[in-house]
C-alpha cells in the first residue's frame, strides 16, 4: 500500500496563500502520478490539480493562475502552493496517488478555510 499524510491545511484570509504538502511513503514514490482533490460539506470531491511522473500537469479551471502542483521526488513529498485563495477555496483537500489501471491512494485530508 502507499500511505499519504497531508499538512499545511489553515485558515486563512482572502487573498491569502497557503502551502500544502502530501508525503509519501511504502512505494516507490517516483512511479506515481499524484493528484489534489478537493471536498466541500455536501459537495462532490473534484479534482484540483495532478502531476505525472513526468511532472506534466494538470489544473481544474477554477484554479489555473492561481494554483501549483510540484513534487520532490528525493523526499517522497508533493506540494500545492495556493495563491490568491477565495472562499469558494474553502475545502478538505485531499493528496492522491495511483499508476495506470490499478488503484487510487488518498491521504486522511487537510482543512483549508478561506475566510475573512
Known amino acids: 500500500q502507499v500511505q499519504l499524510v497531508e499538512s499545511g491545511g489553515d485558515l486563512v484570509q482572502p487573498g491569502g496563500s497557503l502551502r500544502l504538502s502530501c508525503a509519501g511513503s511504502g512505494t516507490i514514490f517516483s512511479d506515481y502520478t499524484m493528484g489534489w482533490y478537493r471536498q466541500a460539506p455536501g459537495k462532490q470531491r473534484e479534482l484540483v490539480a495532478t502531476i505525472s511522473s513526468y511532472g506534466t500537469t494538470m489544473y481544474a479551471d477554477s484554479v489555473k493562475g492561481r494554483f501549483t502542483i510540484s513534487r520532490d521526488n528525493a523526499e517522497n513529498t508533493v506540494y500545492l502552493q495556493m495563491n490568491s485563495l477565495k472562499p469558494e477555496d474553502t475545502a478538505v483537500y485531499y493528496c492522491?496517488?495511483?499508476?495506470?489501471?490499478?488503484?487510487?491512494?488518498w491521504g486522511q485530508g487537510t482543512q483549508v478555510t478561506v475566510s475573512s
Open positions: 492522491n496517488a495511483h499508476r495506470p489501471t490499478r488503484r487510487h491512494y
